[in-house]
């Protein structure tokens, strides 16, 4: 998808404990979906093949978002911030849903007066889309 000279000016993973926060944020709307992270491996990926791509540190291993669920994220755009330490993923969320508890945004919860607050539907129930046997 994008080139060698955008790899050799990729951000310094190795300055940085290997890993980067990335977020990924609906390219039409704006809204933040996931907070995730990604290694200089996730990266590279994620530029070849345009489809998201993360490191999961609970799993220990490489993550490309969707692959149990189906709920991919096609990447419109890759953004490095001013101090190359974070990224932004502008993302088509495929399947409608980026949070593994079945809503849309990982952020469906609001700090409230009350205390946390649901503010969203779910899209899919987790319990039927992720079986491990």
Known sequence: MIG??????????????????????????????????????????????????????????????????????????????CDGDTILLRVRQVGGAACHEGYRSCFFRQVTADGLKIIAQRVFDPATVYKHD
Request: proline share 3%; glycine share 8%.
């Open 4 to 81: 060698d000279e955008i790899m050799n000016n990729a951000p310094d993973f190795a300055s940085n404990d290997g890993l980067l926060p990335a977020i990924a944020q609906d390219a039409d709307t704006g809204d933040v979906l996931m907070l995730a992270y990604m290694n200089a491996e996730s990266f590279a990926e994620t530029l070849a093949t345009g489809r998201a791509v993360y490191y999961s540190r609970s799993r220990g291993r490489l993550w490309r978002k969707g692959e149990d669920s189906g709920h991919v994220q096609q990447v419109c755009g890759v953004f490095v911030d």
